[in-house]
């Protein structure tokens, strides 16, 4: 079964600090690893997204490295801020089907 | 623009009871649309999706039911709700032709009791 990995389940980060959740996947062709924001209550919001032809991009203070060899992706947060504090999901969808498939999801909390 | 909606925001049931949920999009045509479930604490499984009218696609066996009556309205279905329905139930919506990006609507809190 096709899966996508993703740790911590939590972080906690100062603000002004440098925020890093991981994901990886299993042996498949997945070709668009997107990641979501999500606060309470609300429907996921579409972060930042990378191909894999691509090993890394960057959007102001949000990066997704990537690394096809050992199919692992992660997203920093740099100069994290309180109103960063949601859920992150990473997401990867297999070639040519358009269904994503979601990690477990991280709750990052930046204190002020 | 497109603008993605779902209703009702909550909904509180009884064991046994049926389901609807709706969901419809505007500001685009032939839309892919989607059903996911998030239950507490985990991330989102993708339930039903849709290329076109009267076309669903199920990804999970379940107690429940999708269909696509019109071109941009998306209906999530159960005849009787089990207690592991309770869930937080999302809709989106893709540009259909293998456009990657989902665009997710605000979410209906389903609470079977």
């Known amino acids: 079964q096709q899966q996508v990995k993703q740790s911590p389940q939590s972080l906690i980060v100062q603000k002004g600090g440098i925020s890093i959740i991981n994901c990886a996947y299993e042996?498949?062709?997945?070709?668009?690893f997107p990641w979501y924001q999500q606060f309470p209550g609300k429907g996921p919001a579409l972060l930042i997204a990378?191909?894999?032809?691509?090993s890394e991009k960057k959007e102001g203070r949000f990066t997704i490295s990537f690394n096809k060899s050992a199919k692992q992706f992660s997203l920093h947060i740099m100069d994290s801020q309180p109103g960063d504090s949601a859920t992150y999901f990473c997401?990867?969808?297999?070639?040519?089907?358009?269904?994503?498939?979601f990690g477990q999801g991280t709750t990052l909390q930046v204190k002020p | 623009s497109q603008t993605i909606h779902q209703w009702p925001a909550t909904l509180v049931q009884p064991v046994g009871s049926p389901l609807s949920l709706e969901c419809t999009v505007e500001?685009?045509?032939?839309?892919?649309l989607y059903w996911y479930r998030q239950a507490a604490g985990r991330g989102l499984q993708l339930l039903f999706y849709?290329?076109?009218?009267?076309?669903i696609s199920s990804e999970v066996p379940q107690n429940l039911s999708a269909s696509r009556p019109q071109d941009r309205q998306f209906i999530l279905s159960s005849k009787k709700l089990l207690l592991s329905d309770s869930g937080f139930y999302l809709c989106?919506?893709?540009?259909?032709?293998?456009?990657?990006?989902?665009?997710f609507g605000p979410g209906t809190r389903l609470t079977v009791l």
């Open positions: 849709s290329v076109g009218i009267g076309q």
């Open positions: 989106a919506w893709s540009i259909s032709g293998g456009a990657d990006e989902q665009f």
């Open positions: 997401a990867a969808i297999p070639f040519n089907t358009g269904k994503l498939i």
């Open positions: 042996n498949t062709a997945f070709d668009y």
């Open positions: 990378i191909r894999p032809d691509v």
């Open positions: 500001g685009t045509s032939n839309p892919n």
